[in-house]
């Protein structure tokens, strides 16, 4: 099986090459990749916490999910894709805002993504993936932004990122 390829993009997300997605992350290449956040009609939002076999990340709680877009995929078409295949539902989707961020990881790689933020609503539980999603749960926005303040380890560093400078994007009560 051929490996994933990411799209790479300047920062004004134009496509400009793709490259597996391993290597991308090794070289710290600005890729595009999108972030989805599912609430249910309480304004709770639904977080995964990603396997335990992830090669980064793992264990850490984050947003509903979040992967790459494909060559000639759209952002919605690919966070529906991936919602489908990580927590087993189908559900549409609103683009709300993008940015770039930059975070590295003890095991050498980076995430250097133009990421996309789109949200949905949901109001049944999740059919996960266990190769991609080791439990779930929903959990009032407040509570999320107050338990990054007070555990931020357990959280993945995009998701503190989108917290701290995009909540107003996330926030669709």
């Known amino acids: 099986m051929n490996e994933e390829q ?16 391993l290597e991308a992350h090794e070289k710290a290449v600005l890729h595009r990749a999108f972030s989805v956040f599912v609430f249910n009609n ?17 264990g850490l709680w984050t947003n509903t999910c979040c ?6 995929e759209s952002n ?3 966070g529906i894709r991936r919602l489908q295949e990580e927590m ?35 109001e049944d539980a999740p059919i996960i993936n266990p190769d991609e999603v080791a ?13 990054i303040d007070d555990n931020p380890q357990l959280y993945t560093a995009w998701f503190k990122i989108i917290f701290e400078k995009f909540y107003e994007h996330i926030n669709i009560a």
Not at 67 to 72: A, C, E, N, T, V
């Open 6 to 21: 990411v799209i790479l993009v300047n920062e004004y997300d134009e496509q400009i090459g793709l490259m597996p997605k």
């Open 42 to 58: 309480k304004n709770e939002l639904m977080l995964q916490q990603r396997a335990l076999h992830k090669y980064h990340s793992p």
């Open 67 to 72: 992967s790459h877009q494909r060559d000639g």
């Open 76 to 78: 919605l078409q690919a």
């Open 88 to 122: 087993g539902f189908v559900t549409p989707l609103k683009e709300t805002i993008s940015f770039i961020y930059k975070a590295p990881f003890d095991n050498g790689l980076t995430e250097h993504e133009l990421d996309h933020i789109m949200v949905g609503s949901y």
């Open 135 to 147: 439990d779930w749960k929903w959990m009032p926005l407040e509570d999320v932004k107050q338990d």
